[in-house]
C-alpha cells in the first residue's frame, strides 16, 4: 500500500480530489485534511458537491453506475483506492449515517444493531455491544426494555440514533453523516449534536449540513464547497466571524442566489 | 464588506433601519455636544436646556437599537460582517448614549456657571471641545463609510485630547490657587475639561469597534487576548 507523507494526526487526508457523475463534474480539484477526533463541517448550496465528497471517503461515490473520480484519498496515510484495499472492510472503517433514518424494516431494535456485527463476521459478546452502541447514541434508557420491537416503532429521532448505534456498532474510526439531523425535530436535532461532541472523543466526524448554525455548534473546522470547488476551509469560528473569501461571506451571511 | 444584497430582501431592511437609527442617535449627540459647549462659551442657559431636554430622545433611541439588535440577532442568526456590525452596533450604543449623557453633564454644569461672572477666558477648553467633537464626527464617519484610517485618526487623536486635558487641568489649577474666589468656576470648568475628554475616550471606543467591524481583529488592549487552543487550520 502506497503511504502519503504526511503529519501525524491526520485522520483523512484528501488530495486533488475530481469526481464525475458520467459527463458531469461534481468535484474539482479538491484537497483538505481532518485531523484525528475532530468535526469537519462541510457546508454549501445544493449540488455544490457535499455528499459526493463525503461518499468518496468510504468509496460509496464508485457504486452509482458511471461516476468516476481521481485524485488520492488517504485514511490513516492509506491510499484507499490502493490495491489490496477491501472496500467493503473500509466501509467498516468509515461508517455512515445518512439524511433519511433508515434502519432494517423488518428487524427489530436490537437486530438492527447486531445486524452489522454479524455481517462482518464480528465475534464477542453482541449482547454487550449492542447496549454499549445504543448507550454511545444515546438512545439505550429510551428502548431497553423493549429492544425486540420493531425499529420502525421508534419515532423518526430515536431511528436516526439507531441507525449511528448500528454504524457505532461496528467500531468506526470515521463517521460519515450526511444532513443527519435535517428530518428531525429539534429536540432530536440537539441529541444528535450532544451526540457527535462526545463521539469526538473517539472518532473523526465529517457532517455535511445544510444548517448553518448546526455547522457552527457541532464542528471544529469547517468547508465551504461552491460548484464542486473548495472555496474556503478554516476554523469554523473564523468561518462564521470573518472569513477570508468573498463568495463563503456571501453564503454565511445569505447573500446569495 | 461586499455590497451585494441578501437573498431575502427584508433583512438588507432590517439592517439598514438599524444603521439609520444608529446615524440619527450620533447626529444627535454631536448636536448635544454643540450645543452644550455654546450654552457655555455664549453663557446662554436656553441652550443647555436645550440639550438637557434633547436627552431623553436620545435615551429612546438607545433602548430602540437594542430591540433592533436583538431582534435580528434572534430572528437572523446573523454571520461573518452582518455578526460584526450587529455585535458593534451593540457595544457602540452604549458610548453614543453615555457621550449625550457628558453633554448633558457639560449643560448642568454651564447652567450653573451662568449664574456667575465669567471666569478669565480659558482658550485651551474651546481647543479641546473642537478635538473632542472632531473625534466624535470621525468615529461616525468611520463608521458609516466602513473607514479603518479614519478609525485609526480618531484613535490618535486621543493622545492629543489626553495631552490638552492635562493642560487645561493646569491652568485651572493654577488659576484655583491664585485666587480661591475662582475654585468654585475653575472646577466646574474642569469637570467641563474632564466630561470632554471622556467623552472623547467614547468616540475612541466606536471607532476600535469600527475597525473590529470591517477587518474583524479587535484592536482594543493589545495583548490581552487569551490565546485558547486553536482549531485545526487547513
Redo the contacts between chains.
Sequence with gaps: MSESAQPDGIKIDVKNLDAWFRGTQALRNVS????KN?VLAIIGPSGCGKSTFVRCINRMHELVPGATQTGKVFVDGKDLHARGVDPVDLRRRVGMVFQRPNPFPTMSIYENVAAGLKLNGIGGDHKQLVEKSLRQAALWDEVKDRLQSSALSLSGGQQQRLCIARALAIGPEVLLMDEPASALDPIATAKIEELIHELREALTIVIVTHN??QA?RVS??TAFFYLGELIE?????RI????RE?R???Y?????? | MTMKAHTDKTYDAQLDDLRNKLLTLGGKVETEIAVAMRGLQERDSKLAEQVIAADREVNRLEVDIDEACRRLLVLRQPAASDLRFITTALKIVVDLERIGDLAVNIAERALDLNQSPPLKPVHDLGKLAELCQKQVRGALDAFVDGDVSMAEQVIKDDDLVDSLYHNLFNELLALMMEDSRNIRRANSLLFVAKHLERLGDHATNVAEMVIYMVRGTDVRHPGSRTSKSAPPTP
Design positions: 483538505l485534511s481532518v485531523p475532530t448553518m448554525q457552527a471544529d473546522s476551509h478554516g476554523p469554523t469560528e462564521f466571524t470573518n472569513p468573498p463563503t461571506e456571501d454565511v451571511t445569505g447573500k446569495f442566489g
